[in-house]
Each structure stands twice: as C-alpha cells, then as structure tokens.
C-alpha cells in the first residue's frame, strides 16, 4: 500500500481473528489504508464487511474472544495494534474520538449530557468544575444545539435522535482528537437531521483540520461527504481512491453491485390503481398529554391532526417526513396499537377506531405490521419458527399445521425453512427483518403496515426486502402502508405518497407526481436534503 504522505493514521495489513466456529477464520484480512489531516475517508460496506470491526479495532475496543494477530496500526509514531490497556487510555478521546452509530446506547442514561460530556475534561485535564462547564456548553453551542444550558442539564431520553447524536459529537469533539471516527452516525436519522449532522461533521472538521475515518453503508452520504472512498467486502479492502473516481467509474464488480443497489430518486411509471378502496382514513387525531402537576407544566402534543388518507386495494401508500411528523403515531392508530382520539379507521367496512378491543383481537388477521427494529421486536426467547407461527395458532389453526406453514412463509420471504429452529439473534438484519415479514404474513393479512421496515439495512438488503414486498403484494394482493423517511425508497416502492409535517398531512398524490413535481415548501426541503441529491438523481446509468 502507498502510505499517504501526511497520513495521521495508516492501517498496515491489519487483520483481526474471529473465535471458532464463526462463519469464517478472520473478520479482517491485511486491511491497508491511511486517513490525513483535513481528510474524510469514508469507509463504505455491507453489514459483516468489517468496518465496525476495523473501528474497534483501532481504538483497542473489541471483544474478548475476537483479537488482532497481524498488522500495524500506526497512530503518532506508535502501533496501536501492541500498545497497553494504560496507553490507550491516554489515546481515546484526546488522539482518537469515536461517534457511536447508537447514541442511546452509547450514552450512560442515569447521567445529564453536560456530566457526560465534562467528564471528558475531568479525566484527561485538571480543570476546574467553573471551567469544565463552560468548555461543556461551548461544545454544545459549536455542535448547533439549541438552548445548551438546558441540554446540559437533560438526560439522554429526554433529547431528540439528532440531538443526542449532536451530543455524541461534542464529547467526540471535546479534547481536539487528531483522528475522529464517525461508525454510522446517521443512519436512523431523517433527512434534515441527517443533512444537518453531515453539515456540522464536514464544518468541524474543516475548522479543526481533523482526520475522519467515517463509516457508512449509504453511498448517498459518500457522496455528500467523501474526500477519498474505501470500499470493503468479507474484511477486505475490495476497491479505494479519490470519491469521483470511485463513484463515477467504479472498478470492482462489488463496488458496482452496492452503487446500482442505490435506489433513484426517480418514481417508476405509475401503475393503474383500483377503484376499490380497501382502507379510508377519515379526520384521524392523536394527542398526547404528559407531565405535569395539578395541571401546571403539562406537555400538549398533537401527534396527528385531522388526518384524512385512501389505500386503494393491492397498492402501495407511502407516509414520509422527518421524525416526530407523527407518521408512527398514525402507524399505530391505524393498528390499533394505540386508540384515536377522533376520526375513523374503515378497513373493508369495518370502522377500527371504534372497535373494542375485544373485536380488535378478533380482526387482527386482517391487518399486520412490520416493526422497524426486528431484533427488538422477536422474543430472544422463541425460536423463529414459533414466532411465525404463534399468530395463527392464537386464531385456532392446529399447531403442526401452523408450524408447516412457517416453513413455506421462511421459504417465501427467502429465508430457508430448515432455519426455524433457529434463535433470533442467530440471523443477520435482514434476515431478521424477513423473519418480521413472514409472521406479518402468517395470518394471511389484507393491509400490511410497515413501518421503518428498511431504515437501518445496507443498501443490497434494502434493495432485497423491497423486491420481495413488490412481489409479495403482486403475488398476495397485499394493500401496503409504507411508512419511511428515506424518500429514494418511498420513490421506488409506493403508488400513492402523503408527506407528513408536526402531524398533518401537507402534501398527497402519486409518487411521481410528488417526487417529480412538489409543490408544497416542506416537501421541496426534504427532497434538497438528501444526501449526495445529485449522485441520487444520477447514478442510475452504473450498473452491475
């Protein structure tokens, strides 16, 4: 490898052992690549490449039975790959930062951000408690916080996904690193935020001239924010170079494969929809009212406002907007996960929102939904077999035929059936997120809901599951509400689109009209915000 010559970190054919009995010996093979001053090198994969690994092994944090055997990692004159416990103490957080991809876990829940963040100053400065506090709230003021003093004194829950990620930032950020390692810091996020967070990233890294070694699966963001590409496969480097070159003449067929699996921001030409309409959404509310004492202090807020919506039998409705739009909210009232508090819900002339929930119960083979965390919503308990089943034999369907029914569900979502006797946590995400499908499926539903289904999978998964849902819907004479943030994906699944701002609906119509030709401000804004919006519009001509 041609080590760059103001390189600040070089991996010299780093590789990194699996225990026995993984699924292959090493998850890194002889990585080489180097990050310099005032650079971001994108580090770009699918999940199971290595590029958490190779960010965890560059800050020493891998897990016990998983170790470096060859290679250097080379930081300020030293490898890192054979300093000491006491060494790298002194490394993290003052030479080399790292940005979590999950801030609420990252984050110790029972502390305020400002005691979070400060105790980067308490352990490598001797500062007073006066001075550690400023420095705190300056850093929340540089990451565009609002109101610093208030988030200093906040808990993690009690901030937004983008706050809590700006938060991650500023601890990363705290003692000036050299080397700024940002693992997936954008991938729940919605557009804007996530437009904002890339902004705020490319910013201080101009201002303070740091190295980012930045990790992704989104190669929108490369394009936003790349200086220089790695692109990584079964923990080898596959293909690196300048971000033009890679993205516009890539030369590895891997490479070519993750870029053609980017979905366009170009709807396909529309479908004929069916006059017969399967679910009507008429004035549907929801607010939610917390806190308080006696009254005072109370929060109001209105999730979904007078929110009136057709699905048209066998098509597809996308509901996008940024988080907090209440697209969950209307999600779940639609389910009857939670009640409505005005306004109705007709599924084939029934109207849910009145129902008891008794009768919820009874109907619910008629509509099923498709959480966005699969892993969090299949019991690590059960095998995966019995989670399909289970919904069918609550409804009376005899065991052994609920069970062979699984079988030809794994099958039809692409899973092998042999794998239902296999535990959650024993399947990748997405094949967790099929799993999450087929019990969907398993009752033989009229609507399916799915909501964030494809939010957090690498783009050739995504690409995957979406075929499947297509279809599925084809084959199934499924009707789909699709809830998403990611507008290159409602772009290419949905017939119909309605775009959601603080809890109404501002915008309705087909795909690509929508897409093609918006005509309400929000909707222009969210378009703008995505990333690598020109890549998205263009890289439809890369193929395979």
């Given amino acids: 490898m041609s080590e760059l010559p103001n390189a600040i970190l070089t991996l010299d054919r780093l590789s990194v052992k699996l ?8 998850a890194l093979a002889g990585v080489s690549l180097s990050v310099a001053a005032n650079e971001i090198l994108c580090v770009v994969g699918e999940s199971g490449s290595g590029k958490s690994i190779m960010a965890n092994a560059i800050m020493q944090l891998l897990p016990r039975d998983v170790s470096i055997d060859g290679g250097r990692v080379m930081f300020e004159g030293r490898d890192l790959a054979s300093a000491t416990t006491a060494e790298m103490r002194q490394v993290r957080g003052a030479g080399i930062a790292m940005i979590f991809q999950e801030p609420m876990t990252a984050l110790n829940p029972l502390r305020t951000i400002g005691d979070q963040i400060g105790e980067m100053f308490s ?25 610093p ?19 991650m930032i500023a601890m990363a950020l705290a003692l000036d690193p050299r080397v700024l390692i940002a693992d997936e810091p954008t991938t729940a ?16 890294q101009i201002r303070k001239k740091t190295a980012v070694l930045f990790i992704t699966h989104d190669f929108g963001v490369v394009a936003e924010i790349a200086d220089r590409v790695a692109v990584m496969q079964h923990g080898s480097v596959v293909e690196q170079g300048d971000v033009s070159a890679v993205l516009n003449d890539p030369q590895h067929p891997y490479t070519r494969q993750l870029i053609a699996a980017v979905p366009p921001l170009t709807a396909p030409a529309p479908r004929k929809l069916s006059d017969d309409i399967i ?62 508090d005005a306004g109705s819900i007709v599924l084939e002339g029934k109207d849910w929102a009145k129902m008891t929930r008794e009768n919820v119960r009874r109907e619910t083979q008629h509509i099923q939904m498709v959480f966005q965390d699969p892993f969090a919503s ?14 069918p034999i609550v409804h009376g369907t005899p065991r052994a035929k609920a069970i062979a029914d699984a079988k030809e569900l794994f099958a039809l979502v692409g899973l092998d059936p042999s794998a239902i006797d296999r535990f959650p946590h024993e399947f990748s995400g997405g094949q967790r997120q099929r799993i999450g499908l087929a019990r969907a499926l398993a009752l033989r539903p009229d609507v399916l809901v799915a909501d964030e289904a494809v939010s957090a999978l690498d783009v050739s998964v995504q690409a995957q599951v979406l075929k499947m849902l297509d279809e599925l819907r084809e084959r199934l004479g499924l009707s789909i509400v699709f809830i998403t943030h990611d507008l290159r ?42 990333p690598g919006g020109d890549f998205a519009r263009s890289h439809a001509s890369v193929s395979a």
Wanted: aromatic share 2%; with cysteine.
């Fill in 19 to 26: 225990p026995a009995g993984a699924d292959r010996s090493h």
């Fill in 123 to 147: 352990i490598h400065s001797d500062l007073s408690k006066a001075a550690i506090r400023d420095k705190v709230l300056a850093l929340l003021e540089d990451v565009r916080i609002p109101d």
């Fill in 149 to 167: 003093k208030v988030a200093a004194r906040a808990y993690p829950h009690e901030l937004s996904g983008g706050q809590r990620q700006r938060a």
């Fill in 189 to 204: 996020l919605d557009v804007t935020t996530q437009a904002q967070i890339l902004k705020l990233i490319r910013e201080l």
């Fill in 279 to 340: 679910l009507t959404i008429d004035e549907v509310s929801k607010t939610y009212r917390t806190g308080g004492f006696l009254g005072r202090g109370a929060r109001v807020t209105h999730a979904v406002k007078a929110v009136s919506l057709k699905l048209p039998r066998g098509a597809t409705l996308g509901i996008v907007g940024e988080s907090g739009s209440g697209k969950s909210t209307l999600a779940r009232c639609i389910v009857r996960l939670i009640d409505p």
């Fill in 378 to 391: 299949l019991n690590p308990r059960r095998k995966a077999g019995d989670l399909v089943a289970q919904g």
């Fill in 489 to 530: 994906v409602a772009a290419q699944i949905c017939d119909l689109v309605a775009v959601m701002k603080d809890g109404e609906v501002v915008e309705h119509g087909l795909a690509g009209d929508v897409f093609g030709d918006p005509q309400h401000p929000y909707t222009k804004a969210l378009l703008a915000s995505i």
